[in-house]
């Protein structure tokens, strides 16, 4: 059973349209964390939200964290083919033998 | 080449062979952090290290074994290689702790036959 659902799996949209991405617990977290993976290469973080309800923008990017500590979403605005990757929530815990819990991502895929 | 790297970035090996995994950080950072990546399960925690000498087991640590004698390395053994171990690798470091940011290698995608 994962921790952290993430939904869609895998998201295949066209340049310009917006789209958003989930990230779904029954847990509260400390913090929520989203990465960027491209292939062949290791996850790039991207935002650390950390307070119920906050919103977090980077450029065409918005990111935001349930106002119960339990949830968390991506939406992109106008997509652009360099969007296309593997996202990444990972949960913060004060508990337990691994702190920081991934959920299994979201393969994004932008199409010119 | 400052960053973090992994070595080798691929590797074929057959059951029941020890194989090496290594990690190299040049940012002197004190946690560091051993993932496995599988379809569909994310990134799962193998083991961790705090500083130098200390380590300790995440959710999947069987089968594996790691040391940490300097701060920079941080390798990983798999005893005797089983097909279930077939993965992509990733070692990550972090300055501050779990919940700071973790920098992640390249990965090392490895075989077992």
């Known amino acids: 059973t994962q921790l952290l659902e993430q939904s869609p799996q895998f998201l295949s949209i066209q340049e310009g349209e917006n789209l958003t991405v989930y990230c779904n617990s029954s847990s509260v977290f400390s913090s929520l964390q989203w990465y960027r993976q491209e292939p062949g290469e290791g996850p790039v973080l991207l935002v650390t939200v950390v307070t119920g309800g906050e919103v977090k923008k980077l450029k065409r ?11 968390s979403s991506l939406h992109i605005t106008a997509a652009q083919p360099g969007d296309t990757g593997l996202y990444l929530c990972a949960g913060g815990r004060i508990q337990g033998a691994q702190k920081l819990v991934f959920g299994q991502g979201t393969r994004l895929t932008i199409n010119p | ?42 990134l799962r925690l193998i083991y961790y290290s705090a500083a130098a000498d200390i380590t300790d087991k995440g959710e999947v640590p069987d089968g594996y074994v790691v040391s940490r004698s300097k701060t920079e390395n941080f390798p990983l053994t798999l005893e005797s290689a089983t097909r279930s171990q077939t993965s992509v690798y990733f070692c990550a470091s972090s300055e501050l702790g779990w919940l700071d940011e973790q920098f992640f290698g390249p990965g090392t995608r490895l075989t077992v036959l």
């Open chain 1, 61 to 71: 990017l918005t990111f935001q964290f349930g106002d119960a500590r339990k949830d």
């Open chain 2, 1 to 42: 080449d400052a960053g973090i790297t992994q070595s080798p970035r691929y590797k074929i090996t057959e059951t029941g062979r020890q194989v090496t995994l290594m990690c190299h950080q040049t940012w002197s950072h004190s946690y560091m952090f051993w993932y496995r990546q599988d379809l569909g399960h994310g």
